[in-house]
Nanobody, 119 residues
């Protein structure tokens, strides 16, 4: 069984910072791209940031310059450093990873972590 476990969400004031972590565990042969998505109330899930196994990154326009995605391949962990947070960043954030188990290759999702930006 493959699991993605997220941590680091919570309540933060506008202009504040948070760091999310997502660790993959289980029968993993290799991890390709990893990323973070978010879903605000009443809206569709959207890509926030993604990173390939080689370290190439991609960001949503709304977070460029404020968020930084990184990964530690040895720890099978992806991070999202979020700075200058805005109320519109409020959402449930989900970790995603393209994982090859040796038998199958597919996307896996974390359980989601709530981030609320409010004064």
């Amino acid at each position: 069984q493959v699991q993605l476990v997220e941590s680091g969400g919570g309540l933060v004031q506008p202009g504040g910072s948070l760091r999310l972590s997502c660790a993959a565990s289980g029968m993993i042969f290799s991890i390709n791209a990893m990323g973070w998505y978010r879903q605000a109330a009443g809206k569709k899930r959207e890509l926030v940031a993604a990173i390939t196994s080689g370290g190439s990154t991609n960001y949503a326009d709304s977070v460029k310059g404020r968020f930084t995605i990184s990964r530690d391949n040895a720890k099978k962990t992806v991070y999202l450093q979020m700075n200058s947070l805005k109320p519109e960043d409020t959402a449930v954030y989900y970790c995603n990873a393209d994982i090859h188990t040796g038998w199958t290759r597919r996307d896996y999702w974390g359980q989601g972590t709530q981030i609320t930006v409010s004064s």
